[in-house]
C-alpha cells in the first residue's frame, strides 16, 4: 500500500491495524471470512472506474466491451454453480436483494412472511425497524418453544389465514437444515412466492454441505461473502418466469450502475466455488461447526437446538453466570471474536441478550480442524470463567495469537 501510505498515511495505518487485527484473531463470526489474493485485487482494480447502468449489451454508457463480458461471465458462472435458470449479479448486497424481491412481487401494505428476527430471521424478512417491516405488512413465524426448530404447522396456518404475497426462508442465527421443500408446497397452495434468502449457506450449498434451495424456490437471494468466499456484493437466482420482473426491480427500480469491481470479484469466487478444493472446504466448515458444538456441550455450555447442522452455532451463556454482550467483550480481549446474539424466546433485551453466535468459515479458510475446534472450545471455556479477569484474559489471547501464527489468514501478508 505505498501510494497510500504517501496520499493517506492515517488511513493507511488504520488498513494495516485491521490486518493485523484480522491475521492474529480466532474470527467466528458467522458472516465473515477471508477472500483469496486474487478476489482482493480484482476488488481494487480500475473496473471501479467504470460507469455501467442497464444491463449487458443494453447499457445507457457506451464504453461496455469488456464490462459486459465480465458481467456475462459472472451470470454463467452463478447460473451453472447453483444450476439456476436465470440469474442477477447486480444488487449491491443481500439487503438490496432482499428489497428487490418485495419490490417485485409485492405493494406497500402486502402482507410478507418471514422468520422473526428474535427467532435467527433477518432485518429484511419484515422486522419492524427494517424498511421491510414499515412499507410491508409482516407476518412472523417462530421457533417451536421445545425443540427450537422452524414451526412449520405455524408456518402453513399463518400462510393460509394472511395469505402472504412473498414467503420468505432462510436464517442469521439458525443452525439447523431448512426444509425447503415444505416451504414449497406452503407457497403453492397460498399462491405466494417462495424467495430463500441463503446469504449464510450459500457457500456450503456451492460445496454440496447443505440442501440447495434453488430446486424449490421461486427466487434465491444471497450475499456473494459469509461462507461463499467472495467480495461483499449480493446476487438473485430465479427461474425464468421471474426473471423480467426482478431485473426491473433492482434496475432501474432500486439502484443505478452496479459495482463493477465487486461484479468483477463474485465472478473469481465463483470459478473457485466450483472447484474440488472448495467442496472440501464446504464439508469442512460444517465438520468444524458440529465438532466445536460437541466441545462446548462437553464444558456445560447451553447449545440452542442441541448442537448444528450447518457453519454456525448459537450459545446460550446463561448457565455460565454470564450473558451474551459482556461474554462476546470479554472473548474478544481473548482474542477470539463473536457476536452476542439473542436466543429464541430470549427473556433478556437485545442489547445484552442470553447468547452468542459462532461460525467456522474464517477458521475454516485458515485450514483449522477438529483440532483447532477442541483448543477454541477449552479457551471459550477458560474465558467463561474469567470473564472480568483482564490479566487471565490477556493471557488466552497470547495463546490465540501462537495458534494464528500456524494458520496464515487468506490473502493477508504475514
Known sequence: ?????????????????????????????????????????????????KYSEGYAKKRYYEGQQYIDQIELLAIRRAKALFGSESANVQPYSGSPANLAVYYAFARPGDPIMGLALDHGGHLTHGWGVSITGDFFTPIRYELHPETH?????????????????????????????????????IAKEVEAILCVDM??????????????????????????????????GGMILMKKAHRKAINKAVFPGLQGGPHN?????????????????????????????????????????????????????????????????????????A?????????????????????????TPALTSRGMGT????????????????????????QIAKEVEELCDGFPAPGIPA
Not at 347 to 356: K, L, T
Not at 386 to 394: H, I, P, R
Request: proline residues 6%; neutral net charge.
Open 149 to 185: 426448530l422452524i414451526d412449520y404447522d405455524m408456518v402453513r396456518d399463518l400462510a393460509r389465514k394472511h395469505r402472504p404475497k412473498v414467503i420468505m426462508a432462510g436464517a442469521t442465527a439458525y443452525p439447523r437444515i431448512i426444509d425447503f421443500e415444505i416451504f414449497a408446497s
Open 371 to 394: 483440532a483447532e475446534m477442541d483448543k477454541l472450545a477449552d479457551w471459550m471455556n477458560r474465558v467463561a470463567d474469567n470473564v472480568e479477569n483482564e490479566t487471565a484474559l490477556s
Open 199 to 232: 446469504a449464510h449457506i450459500a457457500g456450503l450449498v456451492a460445496g454440496g454441505a447443505h440442501p440447495s434451495p434453488v430446486p424449490h424456490a421461486d427466487v434465491v437471494t444471497t450475499t456473494t461473502h459469509k461462507s461463499l468466499r467472495g467480495p461483499r
Open 335 to 359: 482474542g477470539i471474536v463473536c457476536n452476542y446474539n439473542t436466543v429464541p424466546f430470549d427473556p433478556r433485551p437485545p442489547m445484552d441478550p442470553s447468547g452468542v453466535r459462532l461460525g
Open 1 to 49: 500500500m505505498e501510494n497510500l501510505k504517501k496520499t493517506d498515511p492515517e488511513i493507511a495505518e488504520l488498513v494495516g491495524a485491521e490486518a493485523s487485527r484480522q491475521r492474529s484473531k480466532l474470527r467466528l463470526i458467522p458472516s465473515e471470512n477471508y477472500v483469496s489474493s486474487a478476489v482482493l485485487e480484482v476488488s481494487g482494480s480500475v473496473l471501479t472506474n
Open 261 to 333: 469491481h465487486t461484479t468483477a470479484g463474485i465472478a473469481v469466487a465463483l470459478k473457485e466455488a466450483a472447484t474440488d478444493e472448495f467442496k472440501t472446504y464446504a464439508h469442512k466448515i460444517v465438520e468444524n461447526a458440529k465438532h466445536l458444538a460437541g466441545a462446548l456441550k462437553d464444558k456445560g455450555f447451553d447449545l440452542v437446538s442441541g448442537g448444528t447442522d450447518n457453519h454456525l452455532v448459537l450459545v446460550d451463556v446463561t448457565k455460565r453466570g454470564t450473558t451474551g454482550k459482556p461474554f462476546a467483550k470479554a472473548l474478544d480481549l
